[in-house]
């Protein structure tokens, strides 16, 4: 039961729009809507930043967008801001007997 | 406002147990599917195991399956997680979540608790 997988690292400059991909199967990404994409600064909790795929929740900039096709998903930052600088995991629901999985995280850097 | 606060953590030998406990506020508990997530020193996000907010459907990674048992006093508004033949490899802080809006299954984890660490070592 593998994780989904994202790019260890991905960078840009202020002002600039990122997208992390977040890579699943037809089990977990491909075939529920239950995506979502949390935001991790260093020694914090995670935060929840996407769900639904693409719902943002209440406080969250709209800076932030998700999308998803056929068994990956995306997140994009757009504006880069110094503060988005933290790790991103993706999430899914999956038909499985371990029904959640994260995302391998991404760190995202604020050249 | 609504909050998680665990407690439980701590060092313990390899092959003992440990109970964490997360103490929920500020919402209708029953209401939400519960989860446990881990995550080792400079490691990604590990999902451990949740219970649906009447507490009749549990899951568990392959991982722990066996080992962990989770559950949930609704009357209290407290989740657990007892963990058993604990090993090393279990070192993580431990996230006690709460689900978005799902009542049987996690859907998305909209709150998370500050984590305890739990150390497992001789």
């Known amino acids: 039961q593998s994780a989904l997988t994202q790019p260890a690292s991905v960078s840009g400059s202020p002002g600039q729009s990122i997208t992390i991909s977040c890579t699943g199967t037809s089990s977990d990404v491909g075939d529920y809507n239950y995506v979502s994409w949390y935001q991790q600064h260093p020694g914090k909790a995670p935060k929840l930043m996407i769900y639904d795929v693409n719902n943002r929740p209440s406080g969250v900039s709209n800076r932030f967008s998700g999308s998803k096709s056929v068994n990956a998903a995306s997140l994009t930052i757009s504006g880069l801001q110094a503060e988005d600088e933290a790790d991103y995991y993706c999430?899914?629901?999956?038909?499985?007997?371990?029904?959640?999985?994260f995302g391998t995280g991404t760190k995202v850097t604020v050249l | 406002e609504m909050q998680l606060l665990e407690s439980g953590g701590g060092l313990v030998q390899p092959g003992g147990s440990l109970r964490l406990s997360c103490a929920a506020s500020g919402f209708t508990f029953s209401s939400y599917a519960m989860s446990w997530v881990r995550q080792a020193p400079g490691k990604g996000l590990e999902w451990v195991s949740g219970?649906?907010?009447?507490?009749?459907?549990?899951y568990y990674a392959d991982s722990v399956k066996g080992r962990f048992t989770i559950s949930r006093d609704n009357s209290k508004n407290t989740l657990y997680l007892q963990m058993d033949s604990l090993r090393a490899e279990d070192t993580a802080v431990y996230y006690c979540?709460?689900?978005?809006?799902?009542?049987?299954?996690?859907?998305?984890?909209?709150?998370w608790g500050q984590g305890t660490l739990v150390t497992v070592s001789s």
């Open positions: 219970i649906s907010g009447g507490g009749e459907s549990t």
């Open positions: 999430s899914s629901y999956r038909s499985s007997s371990t029904p959640y999985v």
């Open positions: 979540a709460k689900d978005l809006y799902g009542i049987v299954v996690v859907t998305s984890i909209q709150l």
